[in-house]
T-cell receptor, first 113, second 113 residues
């Protein structure tokens, strides 16, 4: 079953605005990762936040993690049309055979010029 | 250049005709996995491998086989494909470090008639 669940499923904003996407998960994790996917292409890793971290930045990206609420958010500031893509969160939790990444269904972000 | 390659990128086949999708990575990663992506269902893990000769089922393994005879290769085998296996398939790899990210291949779009 899917561990992470993104919210909203779709988001449409104007260029220059900020975009916030949320992710909730159910079980304990080692880290949480955000990925981006352009239509029909492979996923590209954006940022990883460890379970003992609360906030992380990378360029225009800001990720927060609240392990007590089992949730994370991805903020893209000053969005651009090129940010249009699907964004997925993935949780990394240890299974008996080693760690596994479990993905949510993604948020489709559209940035209108 | 560090990368995960998949072949073929596109495949149209008929029910019951055995096929193999190859996956290769050049990063000496221990961990490799296969996902399928379907509309409304996100990415679901089919099989994963922690190292050579170590494979394990993911969330949707039925109808698929894998092998890991060499570290760099992780082929996905469909012994008797059916139309419900029409999907977009992604191979991925990463090291097994605690904070390592996952690298994705470009995807294989499979249609089973």
């Amino acid at each position: 079953s899917q561990q992470g669940e993104e919210d909203p499923q779709a988001l449409s904003i104007q260029e220059g605005e900020n975009a916030t996407m949320n992710c909730s998960y159910k079980t304990s994790i080692n880290n949480l990762q955000w990925y981006r996917q352009n239509s029909g292409r492979g996923l590209v890793h954006l940022i990883l936040i460890r379970s003992n971290e609360r906030e992380k930045h990378s360029g225009r990206l800001r990720v927060t993690l609240d392990t007590s609420k089992k949730s994370s958010s991805l903020l893209i500031t000053a969005s651009r049309a090129a940010d249009t893509a699907s964004y997925f969160c993935a949780t990394d939790g240890w299974e008996t055979s080693g760690s596994r990444l479990t993905f949510g269904e993604g948020t489709q972000l559209t940035v209108n010029p | 250049e560090a990368q995960v390659t998949q072949n073929p990128r596109y495949l149209i086949t008929v029910t019951g005709k055995k096929l193999t999708v190859t996956c290769s990575q050049n990063m000496n990663h221990e961990y490799m996995s296969w996902y399928r992506q379907d509309p409304g269902l996100g990415l679901r893990q089919i099989y994963y491998s922690m190292n050579v000769e170590v494979t394990d089922k993911g969330d949707v393994p039925e109808g698929y086989k894998v092998s890991r005879k060499e570290k760099r290769n992780f082929p996905l085998i469909l012994e008797s494909p059916s139309p419900n296996q029409t999907s977009l398939y992604f191979c991925a790899s990463r090291s097994t470090g605690y904070t390592d990210t996952q690298y994705f291949g470009p995807g294989t779009r499979l249609t089973v008639l």
